[in-house]
Nanobody, 124 residues
Framework: VQLQASGGGLVHAGDSLRLSCAPSGRTLSDFVTAWFRQTPGKEREFVAAISHSGSTTYADSVKGRYTISRDNAKNTMYLQIDSLKPEDTAIYYC???????????????????WGQGTQVTVSS
């Protein structure tokens, strides 16, 4: 499956942003899907994930400000980020596990399919 992430941009601290991730040719709810982020010189880190059934898991560092969701009618996954901070600046990637795998994982190696990333830059 090919994933297309979008919605990033240059925003001010305190703003909100919603990232989107849409697949091509497949139904997103067939997969465990997740958001990761990466900054220069650092490893890609887990942000949040959503299962087939809609259950969600978050990295401790983003709990309370980040919300992952999925609109099955639009076949799109979202990441809502509120009260943005400069430290949220990163490239955000959406990813999907092999559809036969139903457990949420936080490891990048557990995800077989990746979108191209969307840049989020937060100015102070």
């Amino acid at each position: 499956v090919q994933l297309q992430a979008s919605g990033g941009g240059l925003v001010h601290a305190g703003d909100s942003l919603r990232l989107s991730c849409a697949p091509s040719g497949r139904t997103l709810s067939d997969f465990v899907t997740a958001w990761f982020r990466q900054t220069p010189g650092k490893e890609r880190e887990f942000v949040a994930a959503i299962s087939h059934s809609g259950s969600t898991t978050y990295a401790d560092s983003v709990k309370g400000r980040y919300t992952i969701s999925r609109d099955n009618a639009k076949n799109t996954m979202y990441l809502q980020i509120d009260s943005l901070k400069p430290e949220d600046t990163a490239i955000y990637y959406c990813a999907a596990r092999n559809p036969s795998l139903t457990v949420i994982r936080r490891d990048t190696r557990a995800y077989a399919y990746w979108g191209q990333g969307t840049q989020v830059t937060v100015s102070s």
